[in-house]
């Protein structure tokens, strides 16, 4: 027991500063990062801990190289076309328009984006139509209900790295545990969504999100996780644009991130152009771990279009420099709380922390320890807002409680994914951040009352889903 103590310790540490306020989930995550390692290097040979750091590190640039170009391509597209998702005038009615922001578009631009860009593109069409303020918010998050497949799926890719497990494995787990999750988004839609119901809308709203779930398996089988989001949001959004045309109605347009989409497919799905540009440049960090091939990485593409975009533009060179600066220091935060819990999990690694929690679980509950896997991924996904810190944070050890409890780590890796995920939907900053966008700083605990059904539905799921299993 006293060897579990010390080394879970820097993750109490990290969970004790965030709940009593002591400071920053920023700081929390880096001071727990810097403590598990400090530990380490008195426990364990020091080559050990420094190969902890170096792969935590690593794997954290995965998602690190993304969340910064990522920023950097928002800010230049938005200030671009700073209307980009205001409806024009003469589209559809009014819950078709709604029902396209939150389940098409809003997934669409956070698959190829990230970061809750899908919930604010949400917002400027619902704000667009007149729906009432707090429960806009909650309809815009609900955009969020596919978070595993955000900013081109890092934190899937994160989760399978740390657990070495592969990607398309985890993304088709992940996919299918996803059904159940966004048809409960999808009733809450049909509550929240004002005007009449009607029979005809709702069988075709659930037979679009039945669509749009049936592509998401489909292209995370073929192993196009990283792009699954996009494949599947983009395909029956763009279905959904020539349907309204056919009808004389103007669809949204998702303009430069459409653009970028396309391009992204392109080079992952056509034969040869992602293995050329793998040869071109390769940069290897130890046999264990993947590859960065920068030009077959996404973020070197965001850069491009991004300031592509914004010189085609017009955008004046001094304002693309200033906005690229403030999107970086924006980046500093979901950077710093990525890189933070990632070493922390691997710092608490190597000090043998997950075998040791595993054990005391599996002696306290026996079989029935999987069922708090579902808890922990909440509580993660929830305390830091992103689903690739808490992965960072948790994945290594759902991954051993699955294998020990019920004998599958593969689904508690899902467990900790899609739960994760959807929790991040109801963080502090997820909600400061829609809140924000429509003037409703104050208004926080408002919204998150009203995702309260959304998130308990979530631990129902999985609950069910791991006793099935």
Same mark, same amino acid.
């Given at each position: ?8 310790? &820097? ?23 810097? *403590? ?51 409806? &024009? ?66 934190? *899937? ?5 740390? *657990? ?73 959004? !763009? ?31 056509? &034969? ?48 693309? $420099?200033?906005?690229?600066?403030? !999107? ?9 709380? *990525? $890189? ?5 999990? @691997? ?6 922390? @997950? ?6 679980? $599996? ?13 922990? !991924? ?10 690739? !810190? ?22 508690? $890796? ?38 309260? &059904? ?16």
């Amino acid at each position: 027991m006293t060897n579990l103590l010390i080394s879970i310790s &820097p993750l109490l540490l990290a969970l004790a500063l965030i709940v009593f306020r002591r400071t920053s989930i920023t700081n929390a995550g880096l001071i727990g990062a810097t *403590t598990s390692l400090i530990l380490a290097c008195v426990n364990i040979e020091v080559t050990e801990v420094f190969f902890a750091l170096t792969r935590g590190l690593w794997i954290a640039w995965l998602a690190v190289s993304i969340i910064m170009s990522g920023l950097i391509f928002q800010r230049l597209a938005l200030i671009a076309t700073p209307n980009a998702f205001i409806p &024009p005038e003469g589209s559809s009615d009014e819950r078709k328009q709604a029902f396209t922001a939150i389940f098409l578009l809003g997934v669409f631009v956070e698959s190829a984006s990230g970061f809750g860009l899908g919930a604010v593109a949400a917002v400027s069409v619902l704000q667009a139509r007149g729906i009432a303020s707090a429960r806009l918010a909650a309809l815009a998050l609900l955009s969020l209900a596919l978070v595993p497949w955000g900013a081109l799926a890092i934190g *899937t890719i994160i989760a399978a790295e740390l *657990t070495g497990t592969p990607r398309s494995i985890i993304g088709v787990e992940s996919a299918i545990l996803s059904v159940p999750i966004l048809g409960a988004a999808l009733l809450l839609f049909w509550i929240w969504v004002p005007g009449p119901l009607s029979l005809k809308a709702m069988f075709r709203e659930a037979g679009t999100v039945a669509a749009l779930l049936a592509l998401l398996w489909a292209a995370n089988f073929a192993g196009f996780v990283d792009i699954a989001g996009i494949l599947a949001a983009g395909a029956v959004f !763009a279905f959904s644009a020539v349907h309204d045309r056919l009808r004389g109605q103007i669809p949204i347009n998702a303009g430069i991130f459409g653009v970028f989409a396309l391009f992204i497919v392109a080079i992952r799905v056509i &034969p040869g152009i992602t293995e050329t540009l793998h040869g071109l440049w390769l940069i290897e960090h130890d046999k264990g771990l993947p590859a960065f091939a920068p030009l077959a990485h996404p973020s070197i593409w965001l850069l491009v279009f991004g300031f592509g975009f914004a010189c085609f533009k017009g955008v004046p060179i001094q304002k693309i $420099i200033h906005t690229s600066k403030s !999107a970086l220091t924006a980046a500093y935060v979901p950077v710093a709380v *990525t $890189i933070g819990f990632v070493v922390l999990g @691997q710092g608490m690694s190597a000090l043998g922390a @997950q075998e040791a929690a595993v054990s005391v679980l $599996i002696n306290i509950s026996g079989s029935g320890s999987a069922y708090f896997a579902p808890i922990f !991924a909440a509580i993660a996904g929830w305390l830091t807002g992103s689903n690739a !810190a808490a992965h960072g944070m948790l994945a290594e050890f759902q991954a051993t409680l699955g294998a020990a409890s019920a004998g599958n780590s593969v689904h508690a $890796i899902a467990i900790q994914n899609v739960v994760a995920s959807a929790y991040t939907m109801l963080s502090p900053m997820r909600i400061a951040l829609v809140a924000s966008a429509l003037s409703l700083v104050g208004k926080e605990t408002e919204i998150l009352r009203l995702l309260r &059904p959304f998130g308990a539905a979530v631990l129902a799921i999985a609950w069910i889903a791991t006793a099935l299993t």
